[in-house]
């Protein structure tokens, strides 16, 4: 049974913008799906429709088999600004969803202890867990958010363009430590991304939407083996999926 359906979903804003039109995707329970389409064509409405902050004007969103009416604590979303509290260090920033918890659902808290160090490791903060954001580069701001994502241990993340302000050096480790994380972390993901070459490197699916209202124009399935590295941009595979994005973007 897939974890995510969203099924025939349309979402017009009060404006009249219709940013969603008949807008269907299923995600397998641990799959990573990168959704790529132009500006303006509806991907992080599709988010928060997704995560239970936007409600669609028609069709539904069943996550396990419940539909989504409201957030949960079953999905988290990563945006692009990390958001960290500045007076919080990096180590109190990721026990704050842990805190806060949820009226809906008790987290369980057993081991939460444990999971701060070992996402702290995973996203390579070692070190760093009693600095406060001011002492963090970009990158490591968003290393801390990603670990902060991940502390309840959602079965969905949703990532908006995580590392869009970024410099492309950057981007490109973060987006190589997300992949190694991903093979660990428990956690079926979707993300938004302007970068074609990102996304062939870390979904198993390119979803590419056309322009506004947002439908998916195509599918492209990525089949290059994991852990993935730089290098294999350089593959045929890599070269090919490119081309297909492309062609499905009309680029
Ligand atoms: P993307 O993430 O692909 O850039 P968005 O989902 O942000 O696209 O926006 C899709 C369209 O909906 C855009 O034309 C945008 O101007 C419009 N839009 C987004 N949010 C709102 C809103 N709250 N009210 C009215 N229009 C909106």
Not at 94 to 121: C, F, M, T, W
Not at 221 to 245: D, Q, T, V, Y
Request: a neutral charge; one cysteine or more.
């Amino acid at each position: 049974m897939p974890i995510i359906t969203a099924d025939c979903l349309n979402v017009t804003y009060p404006n009249r913008v219709e940013a969603l039109h008949s807008f269907s995707l299923e995600m397998e329970r641990g799959e990573f799906v990168a959704i790529v389409g132009p500006s303006g064509c509806g991907k992080s409405t599709l988010l928060r429709v997704l995560a239970g902050l936007l409600k669609p004007t028609s069709g539904t969103v069943i996550l396990d088999g419940e539909p989504v009416t409201q957030p949960s604590r079953h999905v988290s979303l990563l945006f692009q600004e990390p958001s960290l509290l500045p007076w919080r260090t990096v180590e109190q920033n990721l026990r704050l969803p842990l805190e806060v918890g949820n009226p809906h659902a008790k987290l369980d808290l057993s081991g939460s202890e444990s999971r701060v160090s070992d996402l702290i490791r995973l996203v390579g903060l070692e070190g760093f867990e009693h600095a406060h954001p001011r002492e963090l580069s970009g990158g490591m701001a968003r290393r801390a958010a990603l670990a902060r994502a991940l502390i309840t241990q959602p079965p969905v993340l949703l990532l908006d363009e995580p590392f869009g302000a970024l410099d492309a050096m950057t981007r490109e480790s973060l987006i190589a430590s997300l992949e190694s994380i991903w093979r660990v972390a428990t956690t079926t993901g979707l993300m938004v991304t302007h970068s074609i070459r990102e996304s062939i490197f870390l979904a198993d699916r390119v979803v590419i939407c056309t322009p506004r209202p947002g439908q998916v124009a195509g599918i492209v399935k990525i089949n290059l083996p994991r852990p993935r590295n730089w290098e294999m941009e350089g593959l045929p595979e890599f070269i090919a999926s490119k081309n297909e994005i492309r062609a499905l973007l009309s680029l």
